[in-house]
Nanobody
Framework: QVQLVESGGGLVQAGGSLSVSCGASGHTFRRYGWFRQPPGKEREFVASISWGGGNTKLADTVKGRFTISRDYGKNTVYLQMNKLKPEDTAVYYC?????????????????WGQGTQVTVSS
C-alpha cells in the first residue's frame, strides 16, 4: 500500500526554524513536492525535487528561506524552513509521483500525505 506520512509540524515564533519530513512506504517515488494550504485559501506550491535531487524548484515566496532535500536510503523528503513568517502558517502537504522532473501544480502529483500543521506566531 502506497503511503506518504508527514511529520514535524508545530508552533514556532516568527524568525524561527522548523523542519517537516515526509516518509514514503510502498514505493520509491521519483519526484516529490511540498504544498501548503493557508486558512481559507487555495492549496499553493512550495517546493519540488526531482529524481536524483539535482533539480529543485521553490516558490518565490520561500526562496532564500526554505530548502527541499531527500534521503534515498530512508525514502524520505524534507522541507527545512528558516526565517519563518506568520504568513507561512498553513497545513503543509507532501505529494509524490513517478515522473522525473519537478512540478508545481497539485494535478501533477498522484499521491498525497495527510498534511501537517505549521503555525508561525508573530
Amino acid at each position: 500500500q502506497v503511503q506518504l506520512v508527514e511529520s514535524g509540524g508545530g508552533l514556532v515564533q516568527a524568525g524561527g526554524s522548523l523542519s517537516v519530513s515526509c516518509g514514503a512506504s510502498g514505493h520509491t517515488f521519483r519526484r516529490y513536492g511540498w504544498f501548503r494550504q493557508p486558512p481559507g485559501k487555495e492549496r499553493e506550491f512550495v517546493a519540488s525535487i526531482s529524481w536524483g535531487g539535482g533539480n529543485t524548484k521553490l516558490a518565490d515566496t520561500v526562496k532564500g528561506r526554505f530548502t527541499i532535500s531527500r534521503d534515498y536510503g530512508k525514502n524520505t523528503v524534507y522541507l527545512q524552513m528558516n526565517k519563518l513568517k506568520p504568513e507561512d502558517t498553513a497545513v503543509y502537504y507532501c505529494a509524490a509521483d513517478f515522473k522525473f522532473n519537478t512540478a508545481t501544480t497539485p494535478a501533477d502529483y498522484d499521491y498525497w500525505g495527510q498534511g501537517t500543521q505549521v503555525t508561525v506566531s508573530s
